[in-house]
């Protein structure tokens, strides 16, 4: 146990949440001082979501209940790429129509654990397929994909284990890491977005955004992630 100061913090530590968290002592302090607006992005690739994200709709609860403002992503544009982390094999590609409902149920699944409204801690939905549905390609590249080596692509867990195995790595699901690390450099723009939380599989996509965030707007924002559920009993 860390003796925090924020409540955030302290509410997390005791009840085992916290994985890997970047500059610990940086947030402690933001959140013991001011609303921080934290976000998690789910990709809506089925109306329902699986049971290893209940850690991370509780860690939304958690973050309200401490009084700060939780931020449900979700990935109407990144469920059209499909996230590698974890994964053997390509995603089967979903239309616009499916995602709108798939997003549309698990609206419900939220409303059941978080306050949505207009107040400084009330939950909200964003969609991200609101900018990255709008990007134009080669000034994308020039303006966010300069910031990101193939070398350190290449070393993340999601790729190396698919080129390990010598199974097929798109060029589409490539691009995963780069559009997850500008949704949180375009929430931090949008919505003061300060923390992006996660599963610890997710750790490496969220310090690319915090990177990505300072080195294009020199904003100080943080990443927390949460063990993995890796079996029946947690």
Request: charged share 25%; with cysteine.
């Amino acid at each position: 146990m860390t003796d925090y100061r924020s409540d955030l913090l302290r509410l997390l530590d005791e009840r085992g949440y916290i994985h890997q968290v970047t500059d610990a002592g940086a947030l402690d302090s933001l959140a013991s001082k001011q609303v921080v607006p934290g976000y998690i992005g789910f990709d809506a690739t089925a109306p329902s979501l699986h049971i290893g994200s209940m850690v991370q709709i509780m860690m939304l609860r958690r973050l309200q209940q401490a009084g700060h403002k939780p931020i449900v992503l979700m990935g109407g544009g990144t469920t059209k790429v499909g996230d590698p982390s974890g994964k053997d094999e390509s995603r089967r590609l979903l239309d616009d129509a499916a995602i709108g409902a798939n997003i549309a149920s698990i609206r419900r699944v939220f409303e059941r654990f978080l306050t949505f409204g207009n107040g400084p801690t009330d939950a909200v939905m964003v969609n991200n397929a609101d900018w990255l549905d709008a990007l134009e390609y080669i000034p994308f590249l020039r303006d966010i994909g300069r910031h990101f080596t193939i070398n350190r692509m290449l070393a993340f867990d999601s790729v190396k284990l698919r080129l390990d195995r010598e199974q097929p790595l798109t060029f589409l699901e490539f691009n995963y890491m780069i559009l997850q690390a500008y949704d949180f450099l375009e929430l931090s723009r949008r919505s003061a977005c300060r923390l992006q939380m996660g599963g610890s599989d997710q750790w490496g996509n969220i310090v690319n955004g915090i990177e990505l965030s300072r080195r294009v707007d020199g904003t100080e924002v943080f990443g927390l992630t949460t063990p993995l559920i890796t079996n029946a009993d947690g």
